[in-house]
């Protein structure tokens, strides 16, 4: 269970005190506002590279048509982006344990070195570990050898606190930010490149009603919901999703755990199934 709204309150008043140079910090570096028209993508999960990618990209701007078919597994993975943060994080990892869901935690490297305890909970707690790079930046606008350097150094500072093998197989562009380059950089060096099939929008500020209204009416088979690890709204959020999610069928995985049971063409071509 969570801890009561005041309880809450109070550890965030307490965490304003203590971490507001690391608050400060993260402004800095990653800025406070993510333009809308970066975080929608189409395509969930690259893993090979085509030779024809250009047109795998012009499919990102396609409207697919919803079908009513229900021949699509009901499977669903929550995954968070960022951090790992103070009290939020801890948090976040207690709900999931109470709610026996797992789930994908894309690290930020640098953030991971800052928090070295909170990043080991994460992997003892069962949630899989992958890389979101080591410092966060728009991958689409690095030269390669860029790309590759934040990605291996991601890897490296997550392997240096954990040993999910997820960590050097499964990344996530910040933004989801990436040109043909970039998928080609990711997977030479053995990786799936981790989309998702919704975007709850909780990296803006919304309440706990809105991001839960947006999951349940956007729902597709199978999914892949991009959360941030980050946002009180979003703990306070995930009972109701959860439940509603399972009462309608669904089975919660890992991103590495779906990947296993479902193909590329269910993934990026997923069917409409509100709950």
Known sequence: MLPKSSSIRAALALLLVVVVAYGGWRLLVHGSNVPPALVTPKTNVHSEISEDVPSRLHRLAEDLPLRNRNDRPRLIALTFDDGPYPIFTPLLLDTLRDLHVPATFFLIGRDAEQWPEITRRIEANGEEVADHTYTHPDLDREPDSSVRWEILQGRDALWHFTHDPSARTLMRPPH????????????????????????????????????????????????????????????????????????????????????????????????????
């Open 176 to 275: 989801g930010r990436y040109t043909e380059r970039t998928l080609k950089v990711a997977q030479s060096l053995g990786y799936s490149v981790v989309l998702w099939t919704d975007d709850s929008g909780d990296w803006r500020t919304l309440t706990p009603a809105q991001i839960q209204r947006h999951l349940l009416a956007h729902a597709t088979a199978p999914e892949i919901v991009l959360l941030h690890s980050g946002k009180l709204a979003t703990i306070e959020a995930l009972p109701e999703v959860v439940a509603r999610f399972e009462r309608a069928g669904y089975k919660f995985l890992t991103v590495g755990q779906l990947l296993q049971q479902v193909t590329p063409t269910e993934l990026n071509h997923p069917l409409r199934h509100p709950v």
